[in-house]
């Protein structure tokens, strides 16, 4: 080929290139999931749901409660993080058998968890694997424990 002609095809073959590549440096990259987002069930039919930002309340007789900034008299935050298992298990410090039952239950060093906080209450989701999270739901130092399995 001729230098004439390579310069030709460079001139066409590099503007496509570089369009190319800046295109595919500006596609949206999917987000990783979030394994808490969904619905779970406890023993009793009682269902929450998880989304990205608040959590849903949902009774088995259909009855509905959306977690967020008005039914939580304007004190709602919701966010993710990982917390160790003595941070979990010392949620509960008025309730040794609450605290002693969350030791025999989380035995690994640390966990993912959704942390709800509404009006005097808080909620901590603990994932324990795909299928199962632990709820500790406190008011104040008095708090429940409840499993929940995934729907």
Same mark, same amino acid.
């Given at each position: !080929?001729?230098?004439?002609?390579?310069?030709?095809?460079?001139?066409?073959?590099?503007?496509?290139? @570089?369009? #190319?590549?800046?295109?595919?440096?500006?596609?949206?990259?999917?987000?990783?999931?979030?394994?808490? /987002?969904?619905?779970?069930? #406890?023993?009793?039919?009682?269902?929450?749901?998880? $989304?990205?930002? #608040?959590?849903?309340?949902?009774?088995?007789? =259909?009855?509905?409660?959306?977690?967020?900034? $008005?039914?939580?008299?304007?004190?709602?935050?919701?966010?993710?993080? /990982?917390?160790?298992?003595?941070?979990?298990?010392?949620?509960?410090?008025?309730?040794?058998? @609450?605290? $002693?039952?969350?030791?025999?239950?989380?035995?690994?060093?640390?966990?993912?968890?959704? @942390?709800?906080?509404?009006?005097? =209450?808080?909620?901590?989701? /603990? !994932?324990?694997?795909?299928?199962?999270?632990?709820?500790?739901?406190?008011?104040?130092?008095? =708090?429940?424990?409840?499993?929940?399995?995934?729907?």
């Amino acid at each position: !080929m001729s230098r004439r002609r390579n310069r030709q095809l460079l001139q066409r073959t590099v503007p496509t290139i @570089l369009a #190319t590549a800046v295109a595919a440096c500006t596609v949206p990259q999917p987000q990783p999931s979030n394994p808490f /987002v969904g619905t779970w069930a #406890t023993a009793d039919n009682d269902t929450v749901t998880i $989304k990205q930002d #608040t959590v849903i309340e949902n009774q088995p007789d =259909g009855q509905t409660t959306p977690l967020d900034s $008005k039914t939580c008299n304007g004190a709602f935050s919701f966010g993710y993080a /990982v917390w160790n298992r003595d941070a979990l298990t010392g949620l509960l410090p008025r309730q040794p058998n @609450l605290s $002693k039952n969350l030791s025999e239950l989380l035995a690994a060093p640390t966990y993912p968890v959704a @942390l709800l906080r509404c009006d005097q =209450g808080d909620h901590t989701y /603990v !994932m324990l694997n795909d299928r199962e999270l632990v709820a500790i739901y406190r008011d104040g130092d008095i =708090g429940v424990v409840e499993r929940l399995a995934r729907r």
